[in-house]
């Protein structure tokens, strides 16, 4: 079992930034693909970056050159950077783990965009 513990959101003003952190705790694989999403109210949970244990990243469009994810493999934690901030990314962020055979996932942090 993996117990994955997101901090880091807050509110912040349009233009601002953020650092969210993931930490996981448990029966870590070494294999392993983590990533960050979001849930803004009303829509869907969406896809914002994945980073695989080599150090690959991903990352949605509406994201790009504005988010950065990174990970710390010593710590078993991720990082989301996210700078430029706008309403629009004002959501609840999960932080997710993916081996071969399991998904874990965080209890989220509300990350609030707003003047």
């Known amino acids: 079992q993996v117990q994955l513990v997101e901090s880091g959101g807050a509110l912040v003003q349009p233009g601002g930034s953020l650092r969210l952190s993931c930490a996981a705790s448990?029966?870590?694989?070494?294999?392993?693909?983590m990533g960050w999403y979001r849930q803004a109210p009303g829509k869907q949970r969406e896809l914002v970056a994945l980073?695989?244990?080599?150090?690959?990243?991903n990352y949605a469009d509406s994201v790009k050159g504005r988010f950065t994810i990174s990970r710390d493999n010593a710590k078993n934690t991720v990082y989301l950077q996210m700078d430029s901030l706008t309403p629009k990314d004002t959501a609840v962020y999960y932080c997710?783990?993916?081996?071969?055979?399991?998904?874990?996932w965080g209890q989220g942090t509300q990350v609030t965009v707003s003047s």
């Open positions: 980073i695989g244990s080599g150090g690959s990243t």
């Open positions: 997710k783990m993916m081996t071969g055979l399991y998904t874990f």
């Open positions: 448990g029966s870590i694989s070494r294999s392993n693909t």
